[in-house]
């Protein structure tokens, strides 16, 4: 058995010697309720069993990460420099000019989550996107651990082992000062805001982050995009309150669509009078066509022997999802080889396994989106069979149900691992399952705590 599969078993040994410990159970269930881990006005569904990885995860996963974030940030450099380079990106001109404004300090990618498949037999592993700075579930983390960590069954496993969880909140808003202040026009005492347009963003979790920035020293504001004010040299919110700093939440495509809506920020980030952290650059890696991007020959002039081994590894043979780049007919002859994805989309939007629907559906499915019929282009990928993990389901009914009725065997879930990198530092892990062959909210997707056992994490956070 592997290792973390080992602190999983020995960890549901110890919820059947507690006789299911209904009542931490309850507890954690009722926490969770009353939480601010609330995506789009719901609480997000959790598992009461964390999921426990030892100290080769933590290598395996720090090393991917910021491997990955060293080649990111290459790309970004060259599509930044180089504008022969630009051509192999299929992006809108508004894209191409967002990207191209001016950031004025030293960090290139500050802020970033990269989605994997982690193999717990041999730590070997494979990615499945990256997010720059819409990314999100840092205060799922933190909510669901807090539900847990008082649990009888933490306890006693803790008792076992050293036990450690990923400190995602006060890290940030300190590398977030310490970037903002190689901005070139940084001013003392900057104020800062956290923007998005609210209706998709995790508001909740934007809350935590100001509360931090305020015991930081530093008044920070949640803003919408669309409220923001531009008079050619300050930027104000609705209330008046001057923005030297953002904390970009807002997707680039959002940006897009609200093009009209969102000038006073674009313009104020062209007239260098805000720092936008992190800038629209992050979009390069945020693209799900940065996949193929990666096994370009112009990409791979400029990456070292190392790096591209590592592509060829870790990165799934990926194309655009149109007959100038593949075989359409083989994509629909071998289905479950394949997942199709928009390239620009967030929140697991027409995302399609071809191994969860039947061959008449895939079938249709590539006629619908090939060749960009859809109005937007769709890549095609290698399928990652996910590593399978017992877990607990969530505690739907368990306050209103008999301690005899409530069962505690586990079930069999898939895996993802998004790993967070502050400024290419691996910071920890939103770890998230399913029992489909995708893995998201919509699809009965759930969220566990991240926890490390017996891993010495330097900067982890002590339970």
Avoid at 94 to 102: D, G, Q, T
Wanted: aromatic share 12%.
């Amino acid at each position: 058995m592997a290792q973390d599969a080992e602190y999983t078993h020995e960890y549901f040994e110890i919820i059947a010697d507690l006789d299911g410990d209904i009542d931490s159970r309850r507890a954690a269930f009722g926490y969770m309720e009353s939480s601010t881990a609330i995506v789009h006005h719901q609480v997000v569904a959790s598992s009461f069993v964390p999921r426990l990885f030892g100290k080769h995860a933590f290598d395996a996963m720090k090393n991917a990460a910021e491997t990955a974030h060293g080649i990111l940030c290459k790309v970004m450099q060259h599509y930044i420099d180089d504008p022969d380079y630009r051509r192999i990106f299929n992006f809108d001109e508004r894209l191409e000019e967002l990207i191209l404004l001016p950031r004025g300090y030293n960090s290139l990618l500050p802020f970033a989550r990269v989605d994997t498949f982690l193999n717990e037999d041999d730590y070997t592993l494979k990615f499945c996107e990256f997010n720059g700075d819409g990314s999100a579930g840092m205060n799922e983390n933190r909510e669901i651990t807090n539900s847990i960590k008082n649990s009888q069954s933490f306890k006693v496993f803790s008792q076992a082992h050293k036990v450690q969880g990923c400190d995602l909140f006060k890290p940030w808003v300190e590398r977030f000062l310490e970037i903002y202040n190689t901005y070139k026009n940084k001013v003392a005492n900057p104020q800062i805001a956290i923007c998005d347009y609210l209706e998709n963003g995790v508001v909740d979790e934007f809350q935590v982050y100001a509360d931090l920035f305020k015991q930081a020293g530093t008044n920070c504001f949640i803003v919408d995009v669309r409220d923001l004010n531009f008079d050619g040299n300050v930027l104000k919110d609705a209330q008046g309150n001057r923005i030297d700093a953002i904390w970009r939440r807002c997707v680039t495509n959002d940006v897009i669509e609200h093009w009209d809506e969102s000038q006073a920020l674009i313009d104020a980030v062209r007239a260098q009078k805000v720092a936008l952290i992190g800038s629209f650059a992050g979009h390069i890696v945020h693209d799900k066509q940065i996949f193929h991007v990666l096994f370009d020959t112009k990409t791979q002039e400029f990456l070292s022997a190392d790096e591209i081994s590592f592509i060829e590894q870790t990165v799934p043979t990926t194309t655009f999802l149109d007959e100038a780049n593949v075989n359409l007919a083989q994509i629909k002859e071998n289905k479950d080889l394949w997942i199709i994805k928009p390239t620009d989309h967030y929140g697991a939007d027409n995302v399609y396994a071809g191994s969860e629907v039947s061959q008449e559906k895939w079938e249709e499915l590539i006629e619908l989106f090939a060749n960009s019929r859809s109005g937007y282009p769709f890549i095609v990928q290698r399928y990652c069979k996910p590593f399978r993990t017992e877990t607990l389901p969530p505690d739907f009914n368990i306050l209103n149900s008999a301690d005899g009725s409530i069962g505690y065997s586990p079930a069999i879930y898939n895996n993802m691992n998004g790993l967070y990198l502050f400024d290419g530092h691996f910071q920890g892990v939103f770890s998230r399952l399913g029992p489909h062959e995708t893995i998201s909210k919509q699809n009965d997707g759930i969220t566990a705590a991240t926890i490390w056992v017996d891993a010495d994490v330097e900067d982890g956070w002590n339970l």
